[in-house]
């Protein structure tokens, strides 16, 4: 059962509003207590920003998060959690029955040659700050609950180190994920990203001379370049969501020899895991229409990549009102009514979403004068400035907010829950309900 705290006005209700006194009073206190740890934040964050590390050899990211998490009283610290050397767990316990809220920090991953340019270390500073300042607001209002930081490493490329966490059982009995990332067009808690798959196909087929008795052989680049056409033909029918990437990567030897064997690899995004899956039955059977239309023997590989991000729009809506309530709004304004951002890209936050209700916000940074976007050497320098720290700081406050709600009010966990149930039915997953 959830305790009511005795300071709050009894608030129900989907959207409180501008007008939440206890809304206000929480920002008031989770701003100062941020604002006091700032200092700290800045210097972690230009460690982290200025040290890029590639997908699991986070090491130094870890050190430093650990060492600043081991300085904070009452959390328990877990550093390589789970097996994962640059993972962490972080828990802070209020010891009454409530709510687990919990905020992923990105481990900081670099991207090749480039360092921060998807401004990773944004994010973990912005989850740092709301974890803690969730935990103060449980100290300072005797709210019910848990809350806890993951510090989840590897999400550049297809590592997945979030779904490597969550196939370990790290958030069995977690309520819910919060998580941000920075861009430099967004201000929106109401994030949608692409699945993603990756399909690398093999074609063997048997070599013979190709003027002497090239009727003796199979021709496996044949069978690749007739999967290649088929697929180009199947793109006039795509969905615009849809991504088809293809390209190959063994295009047989010698010219004068029937190619025994070809390769290629794949890249599919589309806007649901549900429409991912009937895109991918598509390109498989263009690759089986190689194989049947000249004899070679396929193989297909398919490495899941990431699930679509589902925002869950009540946690979005409180993550609004925070956002909000905060002075100075910076520009673009977070879209208005249930307005879904669509993002062509895809994350591990996807997959935590078909788990338990989640809100990834994208938020926007300063950029550069070139405007550059997160993967460019310009975003990489956006992504160090102070500015960009600071609006890393205001997430922080809008996500804790988001926090301090749902541990306070009675009745919002299972208004979340019941969002989340009807998008997963709706996404064709199947909801126990308990
Ligand atoms: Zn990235
Ligand atoms: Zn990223």
């Known amino acids: 059962m959830q305790r009511s705290p005795e300071r709050k006005r009894e608030v129900t209700g989907r959207d409180q509003g501008h007008d939440d006194e206890s809304g206000n009073e929480y920002l008031k206190r989770i701003d100062s207590y941020i604002e006091h740890l700032a200092a700290n934040l800045w210097h972690l964050n230009k460690y982290i920003h200025d040290n890029p590390e590639l997908a699991f050899e986070e090491h130094k990211a870890h050190d430093a998060l650990v060492l600043l998490m081991k300085t904070q009283k009452e959390w328990k610290i877990t550093p390589s959690a789970y097996g994962l050397q640059t993972a962490w767990v972080a828990v802070y316990d209020s010891w009454n029955p409530g709510p687990v809220v919990s905020f992923n920090a990105e481990m900081a991953d670099a991207l090749p040659n480039l360092g921060h340019a998807c401004g990773h270390n944004l994010i973990a500073t912005a989850s740092i700050a709301a974890g803690l300042a969730t935990a103060q607001m449980i100290e300072q209002y005797n709210l019910p609950g848990r809350v806890m930081i993951f510090g989840t490493p590897g999400e550049e490329g297809i590592g997945g180190g979030k779904i490597r966490l969550l196939e370990a059982g790290a958030y069995d009995g977690v309520d819910?994920?919060?998580i941000s990332h920075p861009g430099i067009l967004n201000n929106s808690p109401r994030v949608r990203t692409t699945a993603f798959a990756?399909?690398?196909v093999e074609y063997f087929g048997r070599a013979a001379h190709a003027a002497n008795s090239p009727w003796l052989g199979i021709n496996a680049l044949d069978a690749l370049v007739i999967a290649y056409n088929s697929i180009s033909v199947l793109r006039q029918q795509t969905m615009p969501t849809d991504v088809i990437g293809m390209s190959i990567t063994n295009g047989g030897a010698a010219p004068n020899v029937i190619h025994a064997y070809a390769a290629g690899v794949c890249v599919l995004r589309a806007a649901s895991a549900l429409r991912l899956r009937d895109l991918q039955q598509k390109v498989c059977a263009c690759f089986h229409a190689g194989a049947e239309a000249t004899g070679a023997q396929v193989e297909i590989k398919v490495t899941p990549g990431y699930a679509d991000h589902v925002p869950n729009l009540v946690l979005a809506s409180l993550y609004t009102k925070y956002w909000n309530l905060l002075p100075d709004v910076p520009s673009p304004p977070i879209p208005p009514?249930?307005?879904r951002t669509f993002v062509k890209a895809s994350t591990d936050q996807g997959n935590i979403s078909y788990a338990m209700p989640s809100v990834n916000a994208s938020f926007a940074?300063?950029?550069g004068p070139l405007k550059g976007q997160p993967h460019s050497p310009e975003f990489e320098k956006s992504s160090g400035t102070r500015e960009a720290?600071?609006?890393a700081l205001r997430v922080g406050k809008a996500l804790a907010g988001t926090a301090v709600d749902i541990l306070s009010?009675?009745?919002?966990?299972?208004?979340?829950?019941?969002?989340?149930?009807?998008?997963?039915e709706a996404a064709g997953v199947i909801v126990r309900r308990s």
């Open 409 to 424: 009010k009675p009745g919002l966990l299972e208004e979340v829950k019941a969002q989340w149930r009807s998008d997963m």
């Open 365 to 367: 940074i300063p950029p």
């Open 176 to 178: 819910v994920s919060l």
């Open 198 to 200: 990756r399909i690398e």
């Open 337 to 339: 009514g249930d307005q």
């Open 389 to 391: 720290f600071e609006r």
